[in-house]
């Protein structure tokens, strides 16, 4: 498969203005400048193969926007180098967006004042579609995104989900080689968010399209996703597979019992040395409910018999931390930069 | 990587901006209501310049080598061209900058510049049918002082008056980018407004201003906007030293659009698209 975004150690600095808060900051501002440098992206190097999914996710000012702005060209690296489709974006940025669709969830590129049909209008001459092309996108836009009551309305008065629907449509119009869809479910219900999640895989699917995409929901990374790049303060923290993250981030599996009679503390004591030496641990407990952590395979029916022998569970649950729990935990405190395996060109 | 990653053609780039003339000239129509209020509000400041001269025309007679009545044509066909020559696409890029949305414009497969142009070639169409009541007054008021000198003026001023749009687009754009660093347009396009209403020759022919004036207006290209279109219409520049006015306006279109694009390509290098 072919490579088709290489970034090599890639970093962008802002430098931003220190200002006191207040009225008395602005007015202080006014005649003494203090700058701060942000590095909002350090040394990032990943690669994307054609028709690879990738999901970045971050926590708020990762750099997740700022590296997709790079990758598109609208935003010049400040170190190393990026290519996108062979292409060094900010050098080529025009020839470029004829290749990639981007979706920007707070930005929408619709025409504000007239109806959406006009912006498909535009876009399809503006992108050169050919009739074939814009015929099945546009159609399945229709179809799977339900545009077709939307297209007479002015964009100015779409609701933010339906207008995040046109916009998708609108950016992946041209079958793009490459999609950079940040925050393409913002503002959308769980019906809308499962359509638009449809679309984009349908799109991928029929056109090989090569998708990065940036969210928060992280249900559409799950969905859509088969790699996950995850970036801390603007440095990479993991570059892998959905499972090889799991892996590695939460290898933990929990069994959560509920209590027929009251724990106590010394037989609480008992029960987690007895579970200790099963290979598990207990992570806590209240008078009536247990949680214990184990991580590796065949531990659970040790700790299972272990706790049925000392405690009198009247229900349990055996569950493994989805992907939410460990970005969250994950951000709270970020490990050492990984690759799940090694990423070749 | 050794993928084709063709570019448009020029044929389909020019379809683009075609399409991007007619997509902005649709948007203006949805909001014909503000440049209705925008265009009576222009009529009011205009009567006011013309009510200044005309105390003035009456007491000294004509000025600048204009009779009085040729002085208010030329007042009444600089008022319509500034009215239909749009500045309307600096103040859009202005907020779309600030808010962050340029990054959608920049992301076209059509060059930036280029894209702004036909943008503001929609707008100036809009505005040329919009702006078509003030020489209809006119006409009714003054009658044919405000007719071409021939018709061979008339196709020389409509060749003046496209190379104005340019040489006006081409002002906007370099002003546009400073909101590059300052990240807001207001007081860029305020000191913008009060540069061509001074050296353009909207408010007086060019003729008409005290020696330093007149001398700073010459050096500058706003005169090129206003002053040279009607001159040429009127019959004021002499029919051999017309082309020389042409290539005059066409060489400040050029080298201010070519500035541009140098000055554009700089700030992209350091321009931060506002938001996350």
Known sequence: ?345 | MSIQVAALTPVQTLHALLAQVGATLQADFAYAKSMYISLATTIVSYIVIFLIWGFVLKTRGGVGGYSPPEFIAYLVLAAWLSASLSTRVEGEMAERVRLGVVATDLLKPVDFQQMLVARSCGHTVFQVLVAMVIPLVGFTALGRSLFPASPWNAGAALASAALAFLVQFSIGFLFFQAVFVVHTGYGIFQSRGMLHLVFSGLTAPITAFPDRLRFFSELLPFRHVIYTPVSIWLGRVPAADVPGALLAQALWAAGLLLVGRWVFSVAMKYHVVQGG
């Open chain 1, 1 to 345: 498969m072919k490579r088709v975004i290489a970034a090599e150690n890639l970093g962008r600095t802002f430098q931003r203005r220190v200002r006191a808060p207040g009225l008395w900051g602005a007015l202080k501002a006014l005649f003494n400048s203090r700058f701060e440098e942000i590095h909002a992206v350090r040394g990032l190097s990943f690669t994307v193969k054609a028709g690879e999914m990738l999901g970045l996710i971050g926590e708020n000012g990762a750099g997740k926007s700022t590296t997709v702005k790079m990758l598109t060209g609208i935003l010049v690296p400040t170190s190393g180098r990026v290519e996108v489709l062979g292409l060094e974006p900010a050098k080529n940025r025009s020839r470029l967006a004829l290749h990639i669709g981007v979706v920007f969830g707070q930005r929408p590129q619709l025409l504000w004042d007239i109806p959406v049909r006009e912006t498909f209008d535009l876009l399809r001459t503006m992108y050169a579609i050919p009739e074939s092309v814009y015929r099945r996108t546009f159609g399945e836009a229709l179809r799977r995104l339900d545009l077709e009551p939307l297209l007479r309305i002015p964009v100015r008065q779409l609701s933010l989900g339906q207008r995040m629907r046109c916009d998708l449509a609108a950016s992946l119009l041209h079958a793009p080689a490459v999609a950079f869809l940040d925050e393409p479910t913002i503002g959308l219900d769980a019906i809308a968010k499962e359509e638009v999640r449809e679309y984009i895989r349908q799109i991928q699917r029929e056109f090989g399209t090569t998708v990065v995409l940036t969210t928060h929901d992280l249900k559409d990374i799950t969905e859509l996703c088969t790699r996950l790049v995850v970036l801390h303060h603007g440095e990479l923290l993991f570059d892998g597979s959905l499972a090889g993250f799991e892996h590695k981030y939460a290898p933990d599996r929990r069994i959560i019992a509920t209590l027929e009679e009251r724990m106590t503390a010394s037989r609480a004591r008992v029960l987690s040395a007895s579970i200790r030496r099963s290979g598990g641990i207990l992570r806590s407990w209240e008078p009536y409910r247990l949680v214990i952590e184990y991580g590796e395979k065949g531990v659970a029916t040790r700790v299972l018999r272990g706790l049925l022998r000392s405690a009198s569970p009247s229900d349990f649950v055996m569950e493994r931390a989805d992907i939410e729990t460990i970005v969250r935990r994950l951000y709270r405190k970020p490990a050492t930069a990984t690759r799940d395996r090694p990423v070749k060109g």
